[in-house]
């Protein structure tokens, strides 16, 4: 500001603070009667609430500028007490609001200064209390007062539009100085000091056609001639000036808009032929494109109209609102972008009730085109089709077999990539797979159509670079029945007849289910099983038509001797391939009155079983038991007949062969063996008899000729030449048998294979028969008399029962 607005302040502000401070010092005297002073409170006694009573407190009344931009602190004022001499004894002290941070003081001189720039806008006044303290022993010298510092408004804030912009409307042809509206600006300057908060209106634009009250802020026409088919709207500019329009002041200004009505001398009219309105193609069905008005200014009913669509009504529909009159264009249909663009929708405005006094001006209807841009949207994919897809797959189809594709695209013009999924929680079991790429659905374990004959999965189809654009459709896959279920008895039949049935006779009829589903219906054949072909109680009947009868073949049935009967059915269906099952059909033996009605019926089965009764059992035990004594009698006999031959027969080449499969001590073991009976040829011809004792040809060589003739020298001679005969092979079967590691190492046996030459007795080397598998024949040795009876009985061929034993 400049210096002599400043000094002209000041020179104000002291004129005010002399007035103020008589007002503000017998108020304090009136509100603090009853207090004393320092001087005073030892001569005066408790005095009445009216009566004055000196003040301790001088100060003057407090004001301080807004707004002060001045480096220094600014001085606000002093307070003083009349008990300071001025020694600086006193302290003073200040609190309340702003104290210490807004409001310094002096404690010696009692100053009071502002630190801080204020605004009264945002705060009017401070109240503060002031306090006088002995600055030796800080007790307050006067009970402490209060006072108020108020802001001082200066003119800084501008009238404002606080309901700006406006939009008024007035009727055309309305004569001069008709009113339209009323603007309001406010100033928030103090309206109670000086002409800061006193505004005046003016208009700046517009002012040819429309005045403004400049007191009030009404806004007026001007002319007479408003005509709303020449213009139908105006935009004033009015401004507010405070100061009451003096040089200075601060002004503000707001837009104005005046649209002026018709009355009925004119057609309704719309404002502008063509609106324009864009709308995303994402728009459900319903939602509203924008609003057109035709007006019309007529009085009462004649400004009601109506609208419709003259062309372009395929995709939108167009409504009246009753309270605007406005028109409504909303969506009829869903919107396509990729498929068009932009619309061009004619509305028609039209007046229900038309004053015949302007007929001849021509139709009352007037047209506007709303042209509809539909905007791009990112939309999901779209399945073809779009409803769902229904698919079949056979139920004996392979892992991996393809089911079926769907088929989505983006609809978008980029018609980006897609990728396909399975929802899981429609397919927990994981039996269909989708290629993400391509959509194909394989399978991806086996089917049962008997368990699941449809399997309803969802789809899903994203963008690939864009996983929030994601549709999905239903799959609804039907599994096509395969023959892989035989038929079966539809229950467990039961089936009575009477004693006394007679051949022929109908005693049930069976039917039969099938889990599977042919696509041609089912067809079944039956038969009895192979195991009741011999069956000659009972027939079976197919009839054709999946169900068979149960016939009688005799006549004569017995309870007592058989109460029950299994007939097994076999089952056979139509394939292909054909499968079959067989059933049983229990057909009780009842007893029957002479009207065929069941009486009674045993409930015991005798029919043959794979488990035995008790008493079978106990008949087979028995038979077991007849066997095995049977068993033990033929041992015992065997045994007694073995015992009898032994005491026949005590010769030592019997005890030899008897003790044949001991292994011995080896060749040097003579005391086991008789060796001189193995250095014969084994040439032993045939007694003649029996009587007159052993036949000496039957003895080895050597031994007949000791016993014949001959010197003892001679004698020994032969047998020690035979004995080194037997040494040498003995010698060289062993040197066989050590070479040899695919014998058993059993040298006595090798020793006992020699037979000699020109023996006509074979082998009985059991080693030797062990080298074969064919049956040998020893009933030879019954023929080499009675030296080797005991030989030929555990070598003549006998019972199993007995080889056994």
């Given amino acids: 500001m400049a210096p002599s607005w400043t000094s002209g ?56 500028v807004e707004e002060y931009t ?95 912009p406006y939009i008024g409307s007035v009727a055309e042809l309305s004569p001069i100085g008709t009113s339209v509206m009323k603007v309001t600006a406010s100033d928030a300057d103090d309206p109670t000091y000086g002409s800061s908060a006193r505004v005046v209106y003016s208009v700046l634009d517009g002012e040819k056609f429309f005045t403004v009250d400049k007191n009030k802020g009404i806004i007026m026409t001007a002319v007479a001639d408003l005509d709303r088919e020449t213009q139908d709207r105006y935009e004033l500019v009015v401004k507010a000036t405070d100061m009451a329009g003096q040089m200075g002041g601060l002004s503000g200004s707001t837009t104005v808009t005046i649209v002026i009505t018709d009355v009925n001398d004119n057609p309704p009219r719309f404002p502008q032929k063509m609106y324009q309105f864009s709308v995303s193609e994402g728009a459900a069905v319903g939602t509203p494109v924008g609003r057109v008005i035709a007006t019309d200014a007529d009085m009462g009913e004649n400004t009601d109209m109506s609208y ?68 791009d949207t990112d939309e999901p994919p779209i399945f073809y089709p779009a409803d769902g897809t229904i698919m079949e797959v056979q139920e004996d ?16 013009v980029k018609n980006k990539p897609v990728r396909f999924s399975i929802d899981r929680t429609t397919d927990q079991e994981m039996i269909f797979h989708i290629d993400p790429d391509s959509g194909a659905i394989t399978l991806g ?55 006394d049935a007679k051949p022929g006779q109908l005693i049930h009829t069976i039917s039969v289910v099938d889990r599977d589903e042919p696509q041609s219906g089912h067809r079944f054949y039956f038969n009895l099983a192979p195991e009741a072909s011999s069956n000659r109680y009972f027939s079976l009947l197919d009839l054709k038509d999946n169900t068979a009868g149960i016939r009688t073949q005799r006549s004569g049935f017995n309870r007592h001797e058989q109460n029950v009967y299994f007939l097994p059915i076999l089952v056979v269906d139509s394939g292909p391939p054909s499968l079959s099952s067989t059933g049983t059909l229990t057909i009780r033996v009842c007893g029957c009155d002479t009207d065929g009605a069941i009486q009674s019926c045993n409930a015991t089965a005798y029919v043959m079983s794979a488990a035995l009764s008790p008493g079978a059992l106990i008949a087979l035990l028995v038979c077991m038991l007849i066997l095995i004594v049977l068993v033990l009698l033929i041992l015992t006999l065997k045994r007694h007949r073995k015992g009898q031959r ?87 079967k062993v040197e066989q048998a050590d070479a040899d590691l695919s014998v058993p190492p059993y040298d006595s046996f090798q020793t006992y294979a020699f037979e000699g030459t020109s023996s006509p007795a074979l082998s009985l080397s059991s080693i030797h028969t062990l080298s074969t598998t064919s049956e040998q024949d020893f009933s030879y040795l019954s023929e080499w008399g009675p030296r080797f009876r005991q030989l030929a009985g555990y070598y003549a061929p006998g019972n199993p029962e007995e080889e056994r034993s």
């Fill in 308 to 375: 419709l669509i003259t062309d372009g009504g395929e995709l939108f529909k167009v409504t009246t609102d009753m309270e605007t009159q406005e028109a409504v264009v909303s969506i009829k249909k869903p919107l396509d972008f990729e498929n068009k663009r932009t619309h061009n929708v004619v509305v028609e405005a039209v007046n229900k009730h038309v004053d015949p006094r302007f007929v001849d001006l021509g139709s009352f209807r007037d047209q506007t085109i709303v042209l509809v841009s539909v905007s």
């Fill in 70 to 164: 001045g480096t220094e602190p600014l001085y606000v004022g002093k307070i003083h007490t009349d008990s300071d001499d001025g020694e600086g004894n006193i302290k003073y002290t200040i609190s309340g609001e702003g104290a210490g941070s807004i409001f310094i003081i002096d404690e010696l001189t009692g100053d009071i200064h502002a630190t801080e720039r204020l605004d009264r806008e945002e705060k009017a006044f401070y109240t503060l209390r002031a306090q006088a303290r002995d600055r030796l022993s800080n007790d307050p010298l006067e009970p402490e007062s209060e006072f108020v510092i108020k802001v001082q408004d200066i003119n800084d804030s501008e009238p404002k539009f606080l309901e700006g």
């Fill in 445 to 499: 374990k086996i089917l049962d159509r008997e368990t699941a004959g449809w399997h309803n999965i969802t789809v899903k189809a994203v963008e690939a670079d864009n996983h929030t654009m994601a549709s999905q459709t239903s799959v609804s896959i039907r599994i096509l029945d395969v023959n892989d279920n035989p038929p079966e008895l539809a229950t467990p039949y039961e089936a009575s007849i009477c004693e």
């Fill in 646 to 732: 032994m005491t026949e027969d005590e010769e030592d080449m019997r005890d030899n062969v008897i003790k044949y499969n001991d292994e011995g001590g080896g060749e040097q073991d003579t005391q086991a063996y008789d060796m001189s009976a193995l250095r014969n040829l084994y040439d032993f011809p045939e007694a003649k008899s029996c009587d007159s004792g052993p036949d000496i040809r039957s003895l080895p060589q050597w031994i007949q000729a000791k016993r014949v003739g001959g010197s003892g020298a001679e004698a020994a001679a032969a047998a020690a030449t035979d004995f080194s005969l037997f040494k040498g092979y003995i010698r060289k």
């Fill in 397 to 412: 189809a392979k892992v991996g077999a393809l089911v079926g594709i769907v088929t989505a695209r983006d609809p978008d």
């Fill in 9 to 64: 302040v000041w020179t104000l502000l002291a004129a005010l603070t002399l007035l103020s401070c008589n007002i503000f010092t017998w108020c304090e005297a009136s509100r603090t009667s009853g207090t004393t002073t320092s001087g005073e409170r030892d001569q005066e006694q408790g005095p009445s609430s009216l009566e004055r009573v000196k003040r301790g407190w001088v100060w003057n009344q407090f004001f301080v």
